[in-house]
């Protein structure tokens, strides 16, 4: 009663011993305390997994929010495409980082304090950079996508306009939510690892391929 998390028979174990754990054993075996051990931590990662790549995609949504209008004076995504992509990421990303099989390397590592973060240094650099990396290049595509991409209109054309330069900026500003929405699938794969690439692997490999 007094552990952090209690376990009882299911078979053998007394009502009372079931009622004041939370974990019961349903077929008595003390083997199935490895099997909830690892899939206790994986729920506990994919949580962490989500929240990483769910604050990385408020992040740099919020700022192109913000600058569109601030800058633009117009907001280069619209309410509906903040609501579809909210509706694709809080869903089928979720899903899909939370329904992963757990790993045996779970029970490789040591065991996680209740008072740790659940957003450690690690997430933290993984969400800042690579918010950085896609807040800059949608920010060139803001500025210099029509040089790039071949549009041509000026800064003070509104997207609505029945215009051609009007038309041309309403093709930049879906190009970008398109940018935008492909990053944050390569975001998605990027939050299926929590902790720093292993560079020694990277370098054994290109040392033996040469």
């Given amino acids: 009663n007094k552990a952090d998390v209690g376990f009882?028979?299911?078979?053998?174990?007394t009502d009372v011993a079931q009622k004041a754990s939370d974990i019961v054993l349903t077929d008595d075996n003390f083997c199935s305390v490895l099997t909830a051990v690892?899939?206790?931590?994986n729920i506990y990662d994919s949580v962490r997994k989500f929240l990483q790549f769910q604050i990385t995609v408020n992040i740099v949504a919020m700022f192109i929010v913000l600058a569109g209008a601030v800058i633009f004076e117009?907001?280069?995504?619209?309410?509906?495409?903040?609501?579809?992509?909210?509706l694709i990421m809080d869903t089928f990303a979720a899903l899909a980082l939370?329904?992963?099989?757990?790993?045996?390397?779970l029970l490789d590592r040591a065991p996680?304090?209740?008072f740790d973060k659940i957003v450690n240094e690690t997430m933290w650099r993984n969400i800042i950079g690579q918010a950085i990396y896609q807040i800059i290049v949608l920010l060139v595509l803001l500025f210099e996508g029509q040089y790039i991409?071949?549009?041509?209109?000026?800064?003070?054309?509104?997207?609505?306009?029945?215009?051609?330069?009007?038309?041309?900026?309403?093709?930049?500003y879906t190009i970008v939510f398109q940018a935008f929405v492909f990053m944050q699938v390569f975001n998605q794969i990027n939050a299926r690892k929590l902790k720093p690439r292993d560079f020694n692997v990277f370098a054994g490999f290109f040392n033996n391929w040469l």
């Fill in 8 to 13: 009882a028979m299911g078979i053998t174990g």
């Fill in 74 to 86: 117009e907001t280069p995504l619209t309410s509906v495409q903040m609501l579809w992509v909210n």
């Fill in 149 to 172: 991409v071949g549009l041509e209109y000026s800064q003070d054309t509104h997207k609505n306009d029945d215009t051609l330069a009007g038309n041309n900026k309403y093709t930049m």
């Fill in 38 to 41: 690892k899939y206790g931590r």
């Fill in 112 to 114: 996680a304090s209740k």
């Fill in 98 to 105: 939370a329904t992963e099989p757990p790993a045996p390397e």
